[in-house]
């Protein structure tokens, strides 16, 4: 890409962007903004940290509703993204040149009508569970392939005096995890619920597939397999946790791998992962995350240079910018990027997941446009011992229904 070839510049021009306040979104942000900066002298980029979870989602929609969005921002892509009526407010990008080196898998994932809307902010993701390979080694433990050799490795964690799960509610986002990566095993064991479920045939109450990753997570908390300070502990609590093995597991998706290296790079080769086993170790498998997207509104002034920032974005070079800000977490997105020889150690062990045979599916976000906001407060109460399964689905359910709704989507 050539240094805003396309737009003439008659004075200096000053981008804004909005990103999530995660120490990798912010470093990735900061790291792509200086290599951009140092290609267009005439360009400068001011970054703005929101909060994550459904604190920023609100903030993410009251701005754009009110014109008050950044040039650029780093926002979900999936059934988020269509929350944000993204025809009514954000800048199409099917037309553009550079969107032809973006996967077709992440296209599909920010598509609205005939619309595209973004460029990958990373690689693939993907919901598991981090643990820490030295307790494994410590106890005699083996990677679990089945849910029942998962709970037979906690409790061996727990009788050693151990933490065996880390969860920390203190950001209530990260209590999701066990539902969300959990979708793999419900689409093996029920192969058409996302188009059900979409069509407002398919429940998660009334699914027991579905259902059960609710009850995953109350099983998990009734086992006393979670640190003591769950309910306030925060993500980089969990993170430094799982490095330093202060707790075995922690479930969480594999965006935390540029932070866990950037505040732990002596410890990287004690952290592993592996895909939240079902009930079937046979049928082992990943549940893929489409990583979030930089979006452009409508209501920017500066459209043709935010333009040319994701055109950055979507090259080798703002790959390369990437890999050397933050350790790589997954397989890019982008054509002509590549992955460092010295991948960290659970990229490794996400890799064989892609790899031809390998066993994955899309998360259910990416698969339906429909995400209650509310998941993440009931996840936090079953966790918590506030509300059983059953009853935390059936609210879930209701909660999508009216989402659906809003959405305009018929069957409900």
Known sequence: MTALSGVAMAQSVNLTMLVDNASHTLAI????????????????????????????????????????????????????????????????????????NVADSFKQVVTAGEGVYAVPTRPAEAGGIFYNRKIYEELGLEVPRSWDEFMANNEKIKAAGKTAVIQTYGEPWTSQVLVLADFYNV???????????????????????????????????????????????TYEDGLRMLAEGEG????????????LSDGYPELMDDVGFFAQPGDSAEDNGLTVWMPAGFYIPQSSPNIEVAKEFLAFVASPEGCEAQSQAVAVNGPYLIDGCTLPDDVAAPVADLLP?????????????????????ILEQLTVEVGSGFREPADAAALYDEDVRKQAQQLGLSGW
Do not use: C
């Not at 609100?58 to 999936?78: E, P, S």
């Not at 979409?198 to 997570?217: H, I, N, Q």
């Not at 075995?248 to 932070?259: D, E, G, L, N, R």
């Open 353 to 373: 997941y892609f790899q031809e045979g390998g066993k994955n599916a899309p998360a259910l976000e990416f698969l339906s446009p429909i995400k209650g906001p």
């Open 29 to 100: 942000s900061e790291a792509l903004a200086e290599a951009f900066e140092a290609k267009n002298p005439d360009v400068s980029i001011d970054i703005e940290a929101r909060p994550g979870g459904g604190e920023g989602d609100n903030i993410v929609k009251t701005r754009l509703a009110t014109g008050q969005m950044t040039d650029i921002f780093w926002y979900n892509t999936g059934s988020l993204m269509q929350a944000l009526a993204p025809e009514r407010t954000l800048v199409d990008l099917s037309d553009e040149p550079f969107m032809d």
């Open 187 to 233: 689409q093996s064991e029920v192969p058409d619920f996302a188009e059900k479920y979409t069509a407002g045939e398919a429940k998660f109450a009334t699914t027991p597939a579905a259902l059960r990753g609710f009850e995953r997570l109350k099983a998990v908390a009734d086992g006393g397999y979670f640190n003591a300070d769950f309910g306030a502990a």
């Open 248 to 259: 075995a597991h922690y479930p969480m998706i594999s965006f935390a791998i540029p932070a």
